[in-house]
């Protein structure tokens, strides 16, 4: 490693690092073998284990030896220096711990001067342990964690099938990751149970300190591209044709006009999921072109409010010119295969919008609180004909409807800090009582369902000639039921 850690100062890193790597290895490799056999071929077994210096005595050259070992110590010992250094920069120019602030800093010629100086007190400071050989196992399961970190990390990004992740390297495979990694951590173990588990624990602990309070960083998250691969997978899996009523959950898509005076509702909905799909939509009134620049603002301010509201939502936004065309794009392009929403959430109409959104906001409890949504343009107010071909919209495309009333006076939600009175026919109806005193501190809250019996009229014929009749619908009431029981296992 110690190529990689300097290949800064290559020229083309690529292609040296894994020749140099591969000669280097396969001639200490030879020369080691040579030795070996040359002294088990001319020197006794006895000799050999209990004389160390065996070698240099029967040398037609005995001073080769030493010359050799204090080479080689040298050369091993400026090659850790110099490779430890760089890393040391490397991590220092990430600003992962604010304490290595001053290794960043290089001479002239771009040589890590205050690293090398830092890296090489340290290594002298370990001779003050009084023996070599209890910081010798300490060194060496460093390394073997540093190897098998790369290896996993390479195994990880094959397993992601990253794009961009093209090893030159004609026999790497998966499973050859994954025997560098499992071998090293076996390694560890075995050559000193104590050293091990110590060094696994400071590398623990500073990847806690480095995950809790470095600020993220442009590198790219390999657990990302994991999890894109892993989604990608169950998603195909999760079948629409094989769906059963048993497990049915409330699958949201809430359309919002103004963030500011919906916060209550989109705390609601976050509540009433139940660990079922969230999205929260918002139309963009106007011409594609002429808002593109403000689509790209309000994506990245909506997804920011979902942040800072803490609601585990997705975010989709659309531009269209009518409000109704623009609410069918977001019904028709929310979710991804067996996961759409089955109850779209709409806010109350009220002809006097604009000065119902001012009372509301004077009345919030969150008025206070800055939003990252203040700034973005919002449309005029929706008309009674758009808001009435929507709900027809999602209607014919089977699904429930929820229309909220009443939500900014809502103080923050607790499990059983709200009185609602749901009514649905063929749609869902959230209303609250309106009276500001209900929400008052101390006083037990309910919420109250009012489950309807929709019936729908239809002709039927018989022998005797046409007859008028009346079909019951029970999946009104049942889901009615449903969504309060959802509502009371919400901790």
Known sequence: MAGASMSSALRKPSKSIPKGTLWAVLITFILYMVIIVCLGSTTRRATLRANFNVLEEINILPIIVPIGAITTSVTSTLSGVLSSASILQAIAKDDLFACLKPFKRVDRNDNPTRAIIASYTISQLAFFVGDTNAVAPYATVFNLIMFAFVNFACLVLKLAASVNFRPTFHYFKAWTAFLGASGCFTIMLVVNMVSSLVSTAVVILLFLYVHYTCPPKPWG???????????????????????????????????VHNPRSSLQLIRFCNSLKKGGLYVIGHVIKGRFYDLLPEFKYQEAAWLRLVDVLNVKAFVNLAIDENDDAGARSLVFGAGLGGMRPNIVVMGFLNPKSRSAQVDSWNNNPDNGIELPTDDIKLNDPISSTAYVRIIENVLSMGKAVGIACGFSKLGYLTPISSDYRWVQASSLSMRSSGSDSFFDSGKKQYIDLWPIQIGTAATTVNGDGQHAAYLTNFDSYVMVLQLGTVLHLVP
């Not at 390999?222 to 079948?239: A, E, G, N, P």
């Not at 629409?240 to 959950?249: G, Q």
């Open 221 to 255: 998250d390999v657990t990302q591209s994991l999890i894109y691969h892993q989604c990608r997978k169950f998603m195909l899996r999760l079948d629409l044709r094989k769906d059963h009523v048993k497990f049915w959950r409330p699958q949201i898509l809430l359309l």
